[in-house]
């Protein structure tokens, strides 16, 4: 028989996906893929309820429907400080997922170079290897998860075609300032790259950190390609919408790209996600505190338990830091962890180029009651887990 593809000798399954069946075999609170356990707002699903029983079956738009883009580019309009054209700088994709492989292999030709910072959401490098390029590697420290802005130019003196930045980042819940995203921004201009943005926690930040679009800075709209989601905003993962706003000669090429991938996104679950893309202010303010409330909750709960973690400043998830119990894996840590103590977790050498096997990544993107349960459990890890 012939080879298969040498591109993806290096990939695993994903390990976060794995965990959740690994948390599903054992009955463990999952914490580990970052979905949630609540409704998403009634209003989409009303509207979803409605959408079934009106003519919204076929497809839509290869590039998404039109209220759907014009509703996006309202909203987006507003909150990027730039008049966002719907019809030439929208493509509609199967989730950021699609979004963010679209915008790579728009960009990225075979032997380019891309850089990541690490820790990285594990779609990265996957993405990068499968369009034919090479990760470049920058560290993130922590527990700010800053970088040094000397590493970071020697990696734009390698002539990278593109850097991903994710901004909340997944999973070490750093929101980049103004002042580090300023420095990106120089480099990419001095280098001539562009910029990928994965921005789909865009809306979950705590005070007093802010939201900065990498797009919305000084001469960067031209080479900044923003993918993002409505998955997390409204939760509504299962739906897979989600997209990518650049101008119009890029998004020229996303359009085909992802014509060639997906066709297009789901047209009732476009039709019905309208109703969210219309939501006032009011609306992230009170996702915004619904999450704030949950972070303290965990965070408390872990304090109490007296193990070490990350606080982090966006998005939902917190690093636990294991080294005490002596496990040289990670992975094995939880799948024991899922066993003995019935929680799941992600193993965090999947985030990091660096070797790294003493950080586990939990979310809290759950009911306060699951938040609590977990809680509960973990109290016990010490005398469930033996310490290697």
């Given at each position: 028989m012939p080879?298969?593809?040498?591109?993806?000798?290096?990939?695993?399954?994903?390990?976060?996906?794995?965990?959740?069946?690994?948390?599903?075999?054992?009955?463990?609170?999952?914490?580990?893929?970052?979905f949630p356990d609540f409704e998403p707002p009634r209003e989409l699903l009303n509207r979803l309820?409605?959408?079934?029983?009106?003519?919204?079956?076929?497809?839509?738009?290869?590039?998404?429907?039109?209220?759907?883009?014009?509703?996006?580019?309202?909203?987006?309009?507003?909150?990027?400080?730039?008049?966002?054209?719907?019809?030439?700088?929208?493509?509609?994709?199967?989730?950021?997922?699609?979004?963010?492989?679209?915008?790579?292999?728009?960009?990225?030709?075979?032997?380019?170079?891309?850089?990541?910072?690490?820790?990285?959401?594990?779609?990265?490098?996957a993405d990068t290897i499968l369009s034919g390029a090479e990760p470049i590697y920058v560290p993130l420290y922590p527990p700010e998860f800053n970088f040094d802005p000397d590493e970071l130019e020697a990696a734009f003196k390698q002539k990278p075609k593109a850097l991903i930045l994710c901004n909340p980042s997944n999973p070490c819940g750093k929101v980049f300032t103004?002042?580090?995203?300023?420095?990106?921004?120089?480099?990419?201009?001095?280098?001539?790259?562009?910029?990928?943005?994965?921005?789909?926690?865009?809306?979950?930040?705590?005070?007093?950190h802010k939201h900065t679009y990498f797009a919305s800075l000084p001469n960067m709209w031209e080479r900044t390609i923003s993918c993002s989601s409505l998955s997390k905003t409204y939760?509504?993962?299962?739906?897979?919408?989600?997209?990518?706003?650049?101008?119009?000669?890029?998004?020229?090429?996303?359009?085909?790209?992802?014509?060639?991938?997906?066709?297009?996104a789901a047209a009732p679950l476009q039709e019905a996600a309208v109703t969210g893309l219309r939501f006032g202010d009011d609306y992230y303010r009170q996702l915004r505190d619904k999450y704030t409330e949950k972070r303290d909750l965990f965070l408390k709960g872990l304090d109490d338990i007296g193990i070490a973690h990350t606080v982090p400043q966006g998005a939902y998830y917190i690093l636990l830091d294991v080294s005490e119990f002596g496990y040289k894996s990670d992975l094995e840590f939880c799948e024991v962890l899922a066993r003995d103590v019935g929680v799941g977790a992600v193993p965090g050498s999947s985030f990091f180029r660096e070797d790294v096997n003493h950080l586990i990544r939990l979310h809290f993107a759950k009911k306060n009651e699951t938040l609590n349960k977990a809680l509960n459990r973990l109290e016990h890890i010490r005398t469930k887990i033996n310490k290697r």
């Amino acid at each position: 028989m012939p080879e298969l593809s040498k591109r993806t000798e290096t990939f695993t399954d994903s390990v976060i996906r794995r965990m959740t069946r690994i948390s599903n075999q054992y009955g463990a609170v999952n914490l580990s893929q970052g979905f949630p356990d609540f409704e998403p707002p009634r209003e989409l699903l009303n509207r979803l309820a409605e959408v079934s029983n009106e003519d919204f079956h076929q497809y839509s738009i290869t590039w998404g429907a039109q209220n759907f883009r014009e509703a996006l580019a309202e909203k987006q309009s507003r909150l990027m400080g730039r008049k966002i054209d719907p019809n030439a700088e929208i493509v509609v994709t199967c989730g950021s997922t699609e979004a963010m492989m679209a915008a790579m292999m728009t960009v990225a030709n075979p032997g380019d170079k891309v850089i990541v910072f690490s820790p990285f959401y594990e779609n990265y490098g996957a993405d990068t290897i499968l369009s034919g390029a090479e990760p470049i590697y920058v560290p993130l420290y922590p527990p700010e998860f800053n970088f040094d802005p000397d590493e970071l130019e020697a990696a734009f003196k390698q002539k990278p075609k593109a850097l991903i930045l994710c901004n909340p980042s997944n999973p070490c819940g750093k929101v980049f300032t103004y002042d580090e995203l300023k420095i990106i921004a120089d480099l990419s201009e001095k280098y001539d790259a562009f910029v990928i943005t994965d921005e789909v926690y865009e809306h979950i930040v705590y005070a007093p950190h802010k939201h900065t679009y990498f797009a919305s800075l000084p001469n960067m709209w031209e080479r900044t390609i923003s993918c993002s989601s409505l998955s997390k905003t409204y939760s509504i993962t299962g739906w897979r919408l989600g997209y990518i706003i650049a101008p119009a000669q890029i998004i020229e090429v996303a359009k085909k790209v992802h014509d060639f991938l997906t066709v297009g996104a789901a047209a009732p679950l476009q039709e019905a996600a309208v109703t969210g893309l219309r939501f006032g202010d009011d609306y992230y303010r009170q996702l915004r505190d619904k999450y704030t409330e949950k972070r303290d909750l965990f965070l408390k709960g872990l304090d109490d338990i007296g193990i070490a973690h990350t606080v982090p400043q966006g998005a939902y998830y917190i690093l636990l830091d294991v080294s005490e119990f002596g496990y040289k894996s990670d992975l094995e840590f939880c799948e024991v962890l899922a066993r003995d103590v019935g929680v799941g977790a992600v193993p965090g050498s999947s985030f990091f180029r660096e070797d790294v096997n003493h950080l586990i990544r939990l979310h809290f993107a759950k009911k306060n009651e699951t938040l609590n349960k977990a809680l509960n459990r973990l109290e016990h890890i010490r005398t469930k887990i033996n310490k290697r």
